[in-house]
């Protein structure tokens, strides 16, 4: 049979991001940005929100708190994923790396950026996170660059979300 269509109407069906969207709205990782048919795939994600999806995405419960990202940045803060700090800060992508890279136990190895040509921005900090990450294919770059301190959209991290979680199945 055919899925249930996406309650979004800002996810065109053959969009670069739709199936991978599609994933984590199925999932429960991710839902609509303030609206039930937004998901605003270009759109900022904070790092609360990212707390909160990865906390989901470990089986964590989500709900309750004084504040609304109470209980994932609990978990992150317990899990060493995150300091906790600046929640409503957009999430660059090295620090979705990082924050995966840490989720998966800070796996030694990863490839060379050599491809990359801004390969040189990549936080120190940030390097082994973001050289596991393109070589586990979560991140990929576009246009032979990384953007490594640019903010991750909610259409970047529904897929590398969706690379991660993937990986984690098999």
């Given at each position: 049979p055919e899925p249930e269509p996406l309650p979004f109407t800002d996810v065109p069906d053959g969009a670069w991001f739709a199936s991978e969207v599609r994933y984590v709205?199925?999932?429960g990782l991710?839902?609509?940005?303030?609206?039930?048919?937004?998901?605003?795939?270009?759109?900022?994600m904070t790092r609360a929100m990212l707390?909160?999806?990865?906390?989901?995405?470990?089986?964590a419960d989500t709900s309750g708190g004084s504040i609304w990202y109470?209980?994932?940045?609990?978990?992150?803060?317990?899990?060493?994923?995150?300091?906790?700090?600046n929640p409503q800060e957009s999430v660059t992508r090295e620090q979705l790396a990082a924050m995966l890279w840490r989720y998966a136990g800070s796996p030694a190895g990863g490839a060379g950026l050599e491809s990359f040509s801004d390969a040189g921005t990549v936080s120190?900090?940030?390097?082994?996170?973001?050289?596991?990450?393109?070589?586990?294919?979560?991140?990929?770059?576009?246009g032979g660059r990384l953007n490594p301190t640019g903010t991750a959209t909610r259409a970047e991290v529904a897929v590398m979300l969706t690379r991660f979680a993937q990986s984690l199945e098999k």
């Amino acid at each position: 049979p055919e899925p249930e269509p996406l309650p979004f109407t800002d996810v065109p069906d053959g969009a670069w991001f739709a199936s991978e969207v599609r994933y984590v709205y199925e999932k429960g990782l991710m839902a609509g940005d303030g609206s039930e048919v937004l998901f605003n795939p270009t759109g900022v994600m904070t790092r609360a929100m990212l707390w909160t999806v990865l906390a989901r995405l470990d089986g964590a419960d989500t709900s309750g708190g004084s504040i609304w990202y109470e209980p994932g940045r609990a978990w992150a803060m317990a899990k060493g994923i995150s300091d906790g700090e600046n929640p409503q800060e957009s999430v660059t992508r090295e620090q979705l790396a990082a924050m995966l890279w840490r989720y998966a136990g800070s796996p030694a190895g990863g490839a060379g950026l050599e491809s990359f040509s801004d390969a040189g921005t990549v936080s120190g900090w940030a390097e082994g996170a973001v050289r596991w990450a393109v070589s586990a294919g979560i991140l990929n770059g576009s246009g032979g660059r990384l953007n490594p301190t640019g903010t991750a959209t909610r259409a970047e991290v529904a897929v590398m979300l969706t690379r991660f979680a993937q990986s984690l199945e098999k």
